[in-house]
């Protein structure tokens, strides 16, 4: 019985798939209360949600720029948000019948979300550009508790873009997340 349960929990977990090892650490690290309160964002599952877009977004433009190999990590890291998108609606009580429109919405708001930071996520994007960005995105249903908060979140996420950009080609495919 035992072998049964270490086999489903591998199954369920995926822990030896690289983007799904990326994408488990990407979420724990976005959604961490340190991650919200340097954004200014609430802990709600809307805060949360834009926290993690953030993230998978400079993960999705690093993972574009890598090798071939790199590169297709990105659908795989995509069925890993699916997934947990699903999971986390079920747990919060949606049923069966509204699971998948929920979850394609969902889908949309991060690629919306990942088109409109490729504009922030160089390192040369001006600051103004970034706040606007953010504005529209990441505060579209907030507003951060001052305004003086924004060039703290403008810095976080240059950190955010430059510690991706960091991350090798080899520790990508080891499923190995930024620091």
């Not at 200014?40 to 949360?48: Q, W, Y």
């Not at 996420?157 to 990508?172: E, F, M, T």
């Amino acid at each position: 019985m035992r072998r049964i349960k270490e086999w489903w929990a591998a199954r369920v977990t995926r822990r030896a798939d690289p983007a799904w090892q990326l994408y488990r650490d990407t979420a724990l690290k976005a959604t961490a209360a340190e991650q919200l309160n340097l954004l200014c964002l609430p802990e709600t599952s809307e805060g949360r949600f834009e926290a993690l877009a953030l993230e998978l977004a400079a993960l999705w433009l690093r993972l574009e720029e890598g090798s071939e190999e790199v590169q297709a990590l990105r659908r795989r890291v995509a069925e890993a948000f699916v997934a947990d998108m699903d999971a986390s609606l079920r747990d919060l009580g949606a049923g069966d019948l509204g699971v998948g429109r929920r979850v394609q919405a969902l889908t949309e708001r991060l690629y919306g979300r990942i088109a409109a930071y490729r504009l922030i996520f160089p390192g040369d994007a001006p600051e103004k550009m970034i706040e606007e960005v953010l504005h529209r995105n990441l505060y579209k249903d907030f507003n951060p508790s001052s305004v003086d908060v924004h060039p703290h979140v403008i810095g976080e996420v240059r950190r955010i873009g430059d510690a991706w950009k960091a991350v090798d080609d080899q520790s990508l495919l080891s499923g190995k997340t930024r620091k």
